[in-house]
């Protein structure tokens, strides 16, 4: 069993930073592909950003694009995404996810592993 647990979360103004961590429980993290996702209130979860196992590969949603940074430390098997010039239209439940394939980014593929979600506030 794989355990992801989520912190950095939290209240921001708009233009502001955070950064996301996210704790992999299992020595094979290096093997995985990892993602974040977010829920915004009264949609539907989506994709934000995937890094490949090796971290040579990394995919992000249009939105972000230019603004987040996802990256990993296999040495304290963390992954992490960087939220730079944040809006708030960023405000939402962000989850982390681990991928058994470790290939490059591929939609059809479902997470087989999620976290428990923090919260992330943008104010305007």
């Known amino acids: 069993q794989v355990q992801l647990v989520e912190s950095g979360g939290g209240l921001v103004q708009a233009g502001g930073s955070l950064r996301l961590s996210c704790a992999v429980s299992r020595r094979t993290f290096a093997n995985y592909a990892m993602g974040w996702f977010r829920q915004i209130l009264g949609k539907e979860r989506e994709f934000v950003a995937h890094?490949?196992?090796?971290?040579?590969?990394?995919y992000l949603t249009k939105s972000v694009k230019g603004r987040f940074t996802i990256s990993r430390d296999s040495a304290t098997n963390t992954v992490y995404l960087q939220m730079n010039n944040l809006k708030p239209e960023d405000t939402a439940v962000y989850y982390c996810a681990a991928y058994r394939y470790g290939g490059t980014y591929d939609y059809t593929r479902e997470p087989d592993y999620w976290g428990q979600g923090t919260q992330v506030t943008v104010s305007s």
């Open positions: 890094i490949n196992w090796s971290g040579s590969s990394t």
